[in-house]
């Protein structure tokens, strides 16, 4: 069983590319070199989101990869569900679901 929160890290972290700062939303993206991983962090008092939550610096060209790679997995797709288009699910949220035949567990932290 795979987790989501691994899975939206991955995503976060695939946006922010090494050599950009900027807020993802909630989340604190001071840039990460490839290959180094940083802590996870809030934006409003820069306490980790979870102890087990990093982001993980890549190289730009492995964005693209990874993001076809979550399009063609339906991932993207999952994470849209569960988080816009009206229905977000509520702090404290689990679920396990399949995807092109893969068991996935999906959970919903509190937020800050």
Request: glycine residues 6%.
């Amino acid at each position: 069983m795979r987790s989501l929160p691994l899975i939206l890290t991955a995503l976060v972290v695939a946006v922010v590319t090494a050599d950009e700062t900027k807020t993802a939303g909630d989340f604190v993206t001071n840039p990460v070199k490839p290959g180094e991983l940083s802590p996870l962090r809030w934006t409003e008092d820069d306490s980790l989101v979870h102890s087990n939550m990093y982001r993980l610096g890549l190289p730009k060209t492995l964005r693209a990869t990874l993001k076809k790679y979550c399009d063609k997995m339906n991932i993207t797709q999952m994470l849209m569900d569960y988080t816009v288009h009206g229905n977000e699910k509520p702090e404290g949220y689990e679920a396990t679901t399949y995807l092109n035949g893969n068991e996935w567990f999906i959970q919903r932290p509190g937020s800050k």
